[in-house]
């Protein structure tokens, strides 16, 4: 069982960075691929980032490629999405997932533009 609880959300202006941690809790969290998600108001939750349990393989989607780093601190049981350069289509919930099974719930990121 892992919990897990995101903070570092806020109001950002376009073009601003935010850097989301996600702290998780349970033995188990350092063998877990760990992802970030989100979801915007009207529309379906979508896949933001990933990162393998080693933290050597990670994975982005094509809207947030070469903006957002994703990474972790196995020794400290945390997970962080860096968002650089945000638009306004990045408002939306960030939800952190482990293995696609455990799940946060969420924090806020409002860019204005």
């Known amino acids: 069982q892992v919990q897990l609880v995101e903070s570092g959300g806020g109001l950002v202006q376009a073009g601003g960075s935010l850097r989301l941690s996600c702290a998780a809790s349970?033995?188990?969290?350092?063998?877990?691929?760990m992802g970030w998600f989100r979801q915007a108001p009207g529309k379906e939750r979508e896949f933001v980032a990933a990162?393998?349990?080693?933290?050597?393989?990670?994975y982005y989607a094509d809207s947030v490629k070469g903006r957002f780093t994703i990474s972790r601190d196995n020794a400290k049981n945390m997970v962080y999405l860096q968002m650089n350069n945000l638009k306004s289509e990045d408002t939306a919930i960030y939800y952190c997932?482990?293995?696609?099974?455990?799940w946060g719930q969420g924090t806020q990121v409002t860019v204005s533009s």
């Open positions: 349970g033995r188990t969290f350092s063998s877990y691929t």
């Open positions: 990162i393998s349990w080693s933290g050597g393989t990670t």
């Open positions: 997932s482990g293995e696609s099974l455990y």
